[in-house]
C-alpha cells in the first residue's frame, strides 16, 4: 500500500507562484511514475503533470506547458510541482498520483493523495 501527503496548496494572486509536494511511503518510490493531476468545481480530474520514475522523462498539459515544472527527490522519496504565473483558471484542488505505468494515465490502479487545495485570484 502506498501512503501519500499533499502539502503547499492555498491562495495566491493571478501571476503568483507556489509550489506542490507530495511525500510518498510504503513503496519502492524510484519504480512509481507519479504526476498531477486537478478537479475544480463541476469539472472532471484532469492531468496536469508527470514523471517517470527515472525523472528522465517528464510530460505537461498544454494548459500549463512552460509554466509549472514537475521534479522528483528519490532519495527523499517526494516529487514537487513547480507552479508559476498562475491563473484563475488554475484554481482545484490538486491531487498527486503514483501508478505503475507509463505514460502516467488516470488509471483506476493508481495510487491517489487526499488533494490540496489551490486558489488563485484575479
Known amino acids: 500500500q502506498v501512503q501519500m501527503l499533499e502539502s503547499g496548496g492555498g491562495s495566491v494572486q493571478a501571476e503568483g507562484s507556489l509550489r506542490l509536494s507530495c511525500a510518498v511511503s510504503?513503496?519502492?518510490?524510484?519504480?512509481?511514475?507519479m504526476g498531477w493531476f486537478r478537479q475544480a468545481p463541476g469539472k472532471e480530474r484532469e492531468f496536469v503533470a508527470a514523471?517517470?520514475?527515472?525523472?528522465?522523462?517528464?510530460t505537461y498539459s498544454d494548459s500549463v506547458q512552460a509554466r509549472f515544472t514537475i521534479s522528483r527527490d528519490n532519495a527523499k522519496n517526494t516529487v514537487s510541482l513547480q507552479m508559476n504565473s498562475l491563473k484563475p483558471d488554475d484554481t482545484a484542488v490538486y491531487y498527486c498520483?503514483?501508478?505503475?505505468?507509463?505514460?502516467?494515465?488516470?488509471?483506476?490502479?493508481?495510487?491517489w493523495g487526499r488533494g490540496t487545495q489551490v486558489t488563485i485570484s484575479s
Open positions: 510504503g513503496r519502492t518510490f524510484n519504480t512509481l511514475a
Open positions: 498520483t503514483a501508478s505503475n505505468a507509463w505514460p502516467l494515465r488516470n488509471r483506476k490502479d493508481n495510487y
Open positions: 514523471i517517470k520514475w527515472s525523472g528522465d522523462s517528464t
